[in-house]
Every structure is written in C-alpha cells, then in structure tokens.
C-alpha cells in the first residue's frame, strides 16, 4: 500500500546556538537582526536537558521551548525509549486499551473469544516456556523432510504447512492499477531478506558485515537447541546466503522506467506465466486460494530469473531458505530464553552502552497482534468498545467538512493559481475521499483455529492460524476485478486505524484520520479537551493531509486518484506556468529552512528535502485559521499552545542527525517555530515585534497554499 506521507516521525532534534548565529539581542534591548531563522534565540528544547526550570525563556522569542517548559521541564528522560512524548504516550495508552476492550463482557463479538485466547499464549511465560522450541521443530522439520522440486511447490502453495506465505514470490495486497484505478491487481512480493535490504548483497560494506553476523548468529542459536550440529548450520547458512544474493542481484522493480511500470510489470494470467518461463508462480498461488485473480503486478525480470535455480540441483538451497525465513517469522513466539537471545542479539555492535529493552505487557500483547495477522479483529473490537455511539466520528467528521470550506477559500484566493488549475484544484478538492475513524467492514477471525495451552495449542500455532485468516481474505478479493478506491478495507493492516498516525494517498485521493490520532487530544488535555486544543492536535493535521492533495507530488494525481486519464496520458492538471510558480514558491520555503545548522559543526537542514512536509504543516494552519476567524470567542492562545504541545517531544542528539538525514519532516522544534512564525494571528496574539525571536518580516514569509 502507498503510504508516503506519514505524518509521525519516531525522533525529533536539536538546536544550539554558534558563533555564526550570536546577535547582540537581548530581552530588553533589542539589536540588529539576523537573517537566521529564530535570530539566535531558538534551541532545539526537544534534546532531554536543554530546558532547565531556571530558564526564562519569553514565548516571543522561542515559542517551542516556552510553551513546552512544563512538560520538558517535568518529564524525566528513559534513554532506552530514544524519544519521549504525547504521540509514544498515546499509543501506550490505545495498546493498554486493548486488553481492557477484550475483556469487556459488555461487547459482543465473535472476535474476542479469540483475542482472549492469543492473550493468554502470548503472556503465560511459564507455558511457552516448557514448549521451548518444540512449536518450531515441527516446521523445520516439515521443511527438512521436502525431498524434491515439486514437493517445494507443494509446500510454498500450502496455507497450513506455510501459513507465514513464505516464498521466493508470493502474494502482497490488492489494489489499484496505475492507470486503471477503479481496477484491482494483485501485487506480488518479494521475500524479506534476512540482512534487510536487497543492497547489502550487491554491496558487501560494514553494515551488510554486521548484518549478516547477527544472521549467522540467531540462525546458529535456533538450530543448535533444535540439535543440528555444527556443519549442518553452516551448510544451512552459506547455501541460505547464496540464494538470497541471487535474489537479490536480481531485483528490478525499483529500477523500472514508467513504460515498464505502466505497461509490462501489470498483467493477465497468460502474461504472468510467460514471465514466468516455467516458474510455477500460478500453481502456488492457485493453491493458496488465488485462482480467481486476473490481473498481477510483477517484478517480470526477476520472476524470469527463478526457473535458473528452481530445480533438484538447489534444493539444497532453496529449503535452506526456507528454514532461515521461517526462523525470522517465529522468532519472537516461542520461549522466553529465545525471545532474550533475539533482543541481545539485534544490539547495536557500534552503541556504546547498549543493552536489551524489554516491553511491558500491553506492548509485548500488541506487536505479537501483528506478528499473527490479528489486528483487524483487534481494531473491530476497540471500534465497539470506544467508538460504538458515533459521537466521535461526528465531531471529527464535522470538523474536517469545516477545513474543506476553508481549503476552496484558500484555492480561490490563490492569486498565483491560473483559472483553469484554480478550477482542476476544486474539482479535486470536492472529490477528495476522506476517511474517519471507521473502516467500511468488520473483521472476522470466528473461524480461526487457535487453541489455548489447555486445549494443546501453542503461542507459534495461533500465529498461523490468524495469519492464514489474513491470507484467505486477501485471495478472496483478489478475484474481484472491479475497484472500489473509496473503501477502506479493516484487513488492510497498512491502515490499522488504532495507530497514531493519519495520512494522505496520491493514488486514491483521500486521507485518513485514524482512531488513534483522534485521542492524542483526549490523552493530552483529558476528556474535556477544548474547540481550540482538538483544533491544535487533530485539525491541523487533518489540514495538513488535505494540503498533501495540492504539493509538487499530489498535484502530479488527479480527482481519482489517477496519473493517466482515460486516454492514457498524463493527468498532471496543473499548467506548467503554474507548477513552475508552486516550484519557485517551495524552493523559496527550502532555502529558508536550508539557513538552519541545528546542531553546531553538523550539517545544515536539507530545506528542499522537508519541504513538502512543511507546506502541508502550513497548509493545515492556515486552514484551521480560516475557518476559526469568524468565531469572535475563539481563544487563540490556548490553540498556538495545543499545536506546540502535539509536536512536543524529548530525544537525543544522534537521533537528530540520524532525522536530519533521512526524515522528510522539518525536525520538531521548526514545525512549531517556522510554521507559526509565517501567521499574522500568531504574530498578533503575542504582540511579536521586529527584533524577537519569533518575529518573520512579511516580505520573507512563505504560505505556499
């Protein structure tokens, strides 16, 4: 599933002050001003111990650590969580509500009987520790006893003897065509690598080293307690590697051109299995339900090249692979000395200090949900217990058709936009498909077989059988060729709506607001929250994923979602003048942002790269701020305050400058300080002159939308 902005980032950053940027300011006289960003004033008040209780700082001059003061402030830092705050304490809070949802002998649903079961395999430590590795034996020996190439597809086929869809290509996720949106296809997979990423076989570099080691060692654990000895894992090892190098040598996907992604990676049954070259890719996936499905996404090169080692000759290497992917799929649910081994062994070897974090109860019950394929049957239950009246969907419902209004005014005022791209922009706009709380189905996990310590099941079992409940749901709509972009599917775990995030996606031209997302107000402020604080904490966002619709990549998809018309060409419906005007917009906001070094002798902030993020951050603002100027008692204060409180976070330096290089969101400081700065409200709720740190000349301010 296209998931590509996400508006949670895990870390946030820091921001110090150097020589370069010291100004002669101070609180009661005020000097020159520099051209940096903050004028000196701000630090990144994120970084655990850069606010102290001593420290006066004026919200003039550094609104993100002023207004944050009392949680930075109060909040004792744990480095082992790496970052601290609402969105960590809000997830915490949904996974502990969970267990209390199951437990409800208030709700009816088939669900929960199995739910309670997994709970009680999950977190009977005593039990799964007298199973040990025997739950896993009866795999690895199932793999071991394949004695040719067509038991091998036999297996690979097979729901019950390979429930974790463990192959060399096997099924991913329904979805839209590229150019046919309103038509499925069913996306292939690769498999998950046991060093990660498929780059670490084509480039052999100290991180592939340390990757493969730990490899080497947790498949050398596992099978050394299962009694293999030591030539027999080596031999597991290196054939396992040789396979997964050729694999990986002979990916494709990512390199396609846009002919080969539109026109020869999508195709029909006969075109799969000419790709195919004798493959048998239709037989496994007929096995598994698939027979039914017309139309495949496939990386065709690469599927070309598995009939080269599919035979006799390798199995040797193929059942090799099998064993490590299946050690990866059941690692964490077996007994508690495995479980310990994993942990220590996906220590840092470069962390200094590095030691194994354990999880509570409730986090430990939520990651094996989604080990077992079980979250839509978790996410159908809490809808009942939290979301059974309504209410909370209306009122977040009501909210986002209100950002709506206000998002056609800021289009209509847009003086940079030409008529035509004006009227393509509403249209879109008006077509925009948005998501709220509820997906559009229920799960039902009534039919799988999981049984309790009691009954002779196992914690690995119950993992099976949630996940070959998953699988067949998924070969069941496969065989529906037509799409409906609209719906949302709760077996989509991509779209689990108990995670504390919201998105937008290009390709369907909607965006969800998540369950999750929609307490951080109630977890931040309490039940009472305000207008103005659901304001701070959800509205924006919900701004902030409409402006996603309008950025230099969603504006390249139309109303439906589409990058093709029905002619089959480009469906950019921005004119190029116009694109080359939000370009030179976006790039001004870039080089603001590239002013800023936050952390001295470090690198600069990469603006082009956080600058779409930003413009949807400003976006979402404005958006918010157009639709509260007629409310004569709207307290603006209290709303500037519940949007520094939503990003508000304590971290590390390290993970700054690991953000700084790969996150496309501004670091957490500067979604605060730059996006208010650019507001006159902003400016004029705290009487901000020329000289504060907080002060933006309106010659340099940059509302891209």
């Given amino acids: 599933m296209e998931k590509k902005y996400l508006v949670i980032k895990k870390v946030i950053a820091l921001y110090l002050l150097t020589a370069v940027m010291a100004v002669s300011i101070t609180a009661c006289g005020r000097g020159k001003v520099s051209e940096i960003p903050g004028h000196g004033f701000w630090v990144d008040s994120d970084i655990a111990g850069t606010v102290k209780a001593e420290d006066n700082i004026r919200l003039q001059d550094d609104f993100a650590a002023a207004a944050n003061k009392d949680f930075l402030v109060s909040t004792v830092f744990d480095p082992d969580k790496g970052a601290m705050g609402p969105f960590y304490d809000t997830q915490a809070f949904i996974y502990s509500r969970y267990r209390e949802a199951i437990h409800d002998e208030n709700i009816s649903d088939e669900n929960i009987n199995v739910l309670r079961k997994y709970e009680e395999l999950v977190l009977d430590w005593d039990s799964r520790n007298a199973l040990g590795l025997e739950p896993l034996r009866a795999y690895i020996d199932d793999i071991c006893n394949i004695s040719d190439i067509d038991e091998f597809t036999a297996y690979q086929g097979s729901l019950t003897r390979n429930p974790f869809n463990i192959g060399l290509y096997m099924s991913a996720v329904v979805q839209g065509q590229i150019k046919l949106v309103d038509k499925s296809i069913l996306t292939l997979k690769k498999p998950s690598y046991s060093m990660g990423e498929s780059s670490y076989y084509v480039s052999f570099d100290a991180n592939a080293l340390e990757k493969k080691e730990k490899v080497y060692e947790t498949v050398d654990y596992f099978l050394t307690r299962l009694a293999f000895d030591k030539e027999e894992i080596k031999e597991i090892l290196e054939a396992n590697f040789r396979l997964e190098t050729f694999l990986a040598r002979h990916e494709c996907e990512s390199k396609f051109s846009e002919y080969e992604a539109t026109e020869e990676a999508q195709c029909d049954r006969e075109g799969l299995k000419e790709y195919c070259k004798g493959y048998p890719l239709l037989d496994i996936l007929d096995s598994r339900g698939f027979g039914e499905c017309k139309s495949f996404y496939v990386d065709y090169p690469y599927v070309g090249a598995l009939n080269s080692i599919y035979n006799d000759a390798h199995l040797k290497e193929l059942k090799a692979f099998l064993i490590v992917q299946t050690i990866a799929a059941s690692q964490y649910l077996l007994d508690r000395e495995a479980y310990d081994k994993v942990l220590e062994i996906g220590l840092s070897r470069k962390e200094e200090g590095a030691h194994v974090i354990y999880p509570e109860d409730d986090e430990l019950f939520a990651s094996s949900l989604k080990l077992a394929g079980l979250i839509p049957a978790m996410d159908t239950v809490y809808l009942k217990k939290y979301y059974s009246d309504g209410s909370k969907i209306k009122m977040v419902s009501d909210f986002i058709d209100g950002l709506i209004v206000s998002y056609r005014k800021m289009i209509n005022e847009e003086e940079w936009l030409t008529d035509e791209s004006r009227a393509k922009a509403i249209e879109k706009l008006d077509n925009m498909i948005i998501h709220v709380v509820k997906p559009d189905n229920m799960a039902d996990y009534s039919g799988a077989d999981i049984k309790s310590y009691s009954e002779g099941g196992n914690l690995l079992d119950a993992a099976a059988a949630g996940n070959i409940v998953l699988n067949k749901y998924i070969a069941k709509i496969s065989a529906v060729s037509d799409l409906d972009r609209s719906y949302w599917d709760i077996y989509d775990t991509d779209c689990s709506t108990t995670e504390v995030n919201c998105f937008y996606m290009p390709s369907k031209n909607c965006f969800y607001i998540l369950a999750g997302w929609t307490t951080l107000a109630e977890y931040i402020y309490g039940e009472d929250f305000t207008f103005e604080e659901f304001a701070g904490c959800v509205g924006t966002?919900?701004?902030?994923?409409?402006?996603?619709?309008?950025?230099?990549?969603?504006?390249?998809?139309?109303?439906?979602?589409?990058?093709?018309?029905?002619?089959?060409?480009?469906?950019?419906?921005?004119?190029?003048?116009?694109?080359?005007?939000?370009?030179?917009?976006?790039?001004?906001?870039?080089?603001?942002?590239?002013?800023?070094?936050?952390?001295?002798?470090?690198?600069?902030?990469?603006?082009?790269?956080?600058?779409?993020?930003?413009?949807?951050?400003?976006?979402?603002?404005?958006?918010?701020?157009?639709?509260?100027?007629?409310?004569?008692?709207?307290?603006?204060?209290?709303?500037?305050?519940?949007?520094?409180?939503?990003?508000?976070?304590?971290?590390?330096?390290?993970?700054?400058?690991?953000?700084?290089?790969?996150?496309?969101?501004?670091?957490?400081?500067?979604?605060?300080?730059?996006?208010?700065?650019?507001?006159?409200?902003?400016?004029?709720?705290?009487?901000?002159?020329?000289?504060?740190?907080?002060?933006?000349?309106?010659?340099?301010?940059?509302?891209?939308?």
């Fill in 541 to 705: 966002v919900a701004g902030h994923e409409i402006s996603h619709g309008f950025d230099a990549n969603g504006s390249l998809y139309d109303l439906y979602g589409r990058q093709y018309d029905d002619d089959g060409n480009k469906a950019d419906w921005m004119s190029s003048e116009d694109r080359s005007r939000l370009d030179e917009r976006a790039n001004v906001l870039a080089n603001y942002f590239s002013l800023i070094r936050p952390i001295p002798g470090q690198t600069r902030v990469i603006g082009s790269a956080v600058s779409d993020e930003a413009i949807a951050d400003m976006g979402g603002l404005k958006a918010v701020l157009y639709m509260v100027k007629d409310m004569p008692d709207f307290n603006y204060d209290k709303f500037f305050r519940a949007y520094a409180a939503l990003w508000a976070e304590l971290t590390t330096k390290e993970n700054d400058l690991n953000l700084m290089e790969y996150d496309e969101h501004p670091l957490n400081y500067l979604r605060i300080n730059v996006n208010l700065q650019q507001f006159d409200e902003f400016i004029d709720t705290y009487n901000i002159q020329p000289g504060d740190g907080m002060y933006l000349e309106p010659k340099r301010r940059v509302n891209v939308w």
